[in-house]
């Protein structure tokens, strides 16, 4: 089903979350002028609908296929993706020194956006290579730059990242593969990666992976890691990238859904010729994988935001069209799921832009900004992702019997998107860094800013104030609380705190919508309906996330009461 590009409202967050004026305002980022800006934002709409959204069926029903180490991508997909690169879309936000716009990273969020919305497991192949680039932007040297960089901006080349094996998934430190030095510069790859990625397809000439491993006599743990660029193509002496490096796809996982997206269990180095080089120091490898994790965790966030936008305006049509009695959208019960869709839709977008924002203000080096970008990431992912799977669910609720048939195409956005809170460090993983790095490893400091920023922008919005006051008083409670404790409580205090930045990002926007009203000012449909999603955050979802407070102060004793065997019975 066709869907319209939410132009309107990725604009208007552009502009009253993000205050892109003010990073234009920077000599780096000059060339945002709004009549770019407005380009990029309506351009990428147009090329997602016309090229990517037409095949996220074929996608979800024929699939990559595997046969003697090869992939091959679904009818269509080559030339969706050759037109990606020939329109320039993959290089927004890449160095300009390497062939890039070098604009800010919150437009290249719009661009992801548009491409998850029209087709999300084709667009994680674009997600992927951006976190490439960005790492061997950060750490790469300047020839491994000058080699790999301007291919993989354009798009020429993608990219991967290789961290989990079979006995290592989230315990990175476990990883067994290896990295010998060979003399020259290069290294001698050997393991196993298992869930990577487009890890192989055909859609380009050339896939490089950035690969985790350790060398000789590291230490254990993720100290003694190191990270290496491997191509599947290596330089064959003559400047061709033409000579195969001993990679090998074994086989693609049986997913419950992004099916478009080959989920490869890789092997390197079965003939003992597969060369990396270093990208980073010699055990620096988790500094630079999680430069390109914490551009992933974002941009997974941004997933529950793509499938919330299509999952609710597909809902919409099916509710306006579907006649029981009278049209299903006039019943209160349809209106409580459509409102919510839109309203969590909507809050997810505000708080993923904000942290992009918070990216492009941190290169800036305004003060702050990295702190606060890395206090929003785990909400981002999490709580995006979790909104995300909701609104999908929801989706086939409103569509009721049909929705449970794949015909209708929305039991497929369900699937697609219940990978996003597992991938990229499980939304577990993300609560406990909330209260772990990022809320003991400063004392509170970045989150207490937040607090103080929210409280004084809520107004009279007494269920926001009732949340921040919770917040800040948990805030304390955790920071004196056992590890176990503050464990057991992470993933409640991950949705206050996210449904509290929410709230006052929702807020702002309802502010800004009714003065434009009152003042006769912009689409006053749009505008309108802007106001009644913000209230309904505020005086609905808000109000949900008190609930949360007892459990996250409730202490981990009760879920240790049954041992292993006891819980198990």
Known sequence: MAYTPPTTEQRFVLDHVVRIDELAGNNAFADATPDLVEAIVEGAGAFALGEYAPLNRIGDTVGARWKDGVVTMPHGFHAAYRALVDNGWGTIVGPKDAGGQGLPFVLGTIVLEDLGTAN????????????AVEALAVHGS???????????????????????EPQAGSDVGALRSTATPVGDGSWRVTGTKIYITFGEHDLTDNIVHLVLARTPDAPAGTKGISLFLVPKLRPAGDGSFTQANDVRCVSIEHKLGIHASPTCVLSFGDDGDCLGWLVGPEMG?????????????????????????RATQEAIAY???RVQGKAIIEHPDVRRMLLRMKALTQAARALVYAAAGEVDRAHLGVDG????????????????????CEIASLGVQVHGGMGFVEET?????????????????????????????????DGGTALKALIAEVRAE??????????????????????????????AGSYP?????????????????????????????GDPVFLKAKTVTTRYYLEHVVPEALGRVAAARAGSVLLFELSAEELAA
């Open 120 to 131: 999300m497991a084709f667009t994680l192949c674009n997600m992927l290579t951006a976190g």
């Open 285 to 309: 490898g988790m500094r630079a994988m999680f430069t390109m994790m914490n551009n992933a965790r974002l941009n997974v966030g941004l997933q529950g935001v793509q499938i919330g936008e």
């Open 409 to 441: 195409g929305a039991a497929q956005h369900y699937r697609d998107i219940r990978i996003a809170p597992i991938y990229e460090g499980t939304n577990g993983i993300q609560a406990a860094d909330l209260v772990g790095r990022k809320l003991t490893g």
């Open 142 to 164: 300047q020839e491994l730059q000058g080699d790999y960089l301007p291919k993989l901006v354009s798009g020429e080349w993608t990219g991967t990242m290789n961290l989990t």
């Open 458 to 487: 809520a107004g009279d919005h007494a269920s926001l104030l009732s949340l921040v006051d919770a917040v800040a008083e948990t805030t304390e409670w955790l920071l004196t609380a056992t590890p176990d404790d503050r464990l």
């Open 369 to 388: 900004a990295k702190a606060r970008v890395d206090l929003l990431t785990p909400l981002a992912k999490a709580y995006g992702t979790d909104v995300g």
């Open 493 to 521: 205090f991950l949705d206050m705190v996210a449904v509290m930045t929410c709230g006052w990002l929702m807020a702002r926007q309802g502010k800004v919508a009714a003065a434009m009203l009152m003042a006769g000012e």
């Open 319 to 321: 509710a306006s069209d």
